[in-house]
């Protein structure tokens, strides 16, 4: 059986504290992969994809995005990633 990409990005450790966590990172990081995939490419072009989008890519991925991170939050959300981390989710998808 075929586990998705939100599945998959779940597995990626999460650097922030708890108190940080105001976005589930899953979902912020599917969010900014849909929106590089449509041509963004700065934080803040991240910020307005997901602006824009976000009620549709809610309703298509039946997640609960309340409001989109500012471009200087997910810029802090994307650069504490391990990349180790992200790379062997996205190899576990391919």
Request: hydrophobic share 45%; glycine share 4%; proline share 3%.
């Amino acid at each position: 059986m075929a586990v998705s990409l939100l599945e998959i990005l779940r597995s990626v450790p999460d650097h922030r504290r708890r108190e940080g966590q105001r976005f589930e990172l899953a979902t912020v990081l599917l969010y900014a992969i849909l929106a590089m995939v449509a041509g963004a490419n700065s934080y803040r072009q991240l910020h307005e994809f997901i602006r824009i989008h976000r009620q549709r890519l809610n309703k298509a991925f039946k997640l609960n995005l309340r409001y989109a991170p500012s471009y200087s939050g997910l810029r802090l959300i994307l650069q504490g990633i391990d990349p180790t981390a992200l790379e062997e989710a996205f190899r576990r998808h391919a």
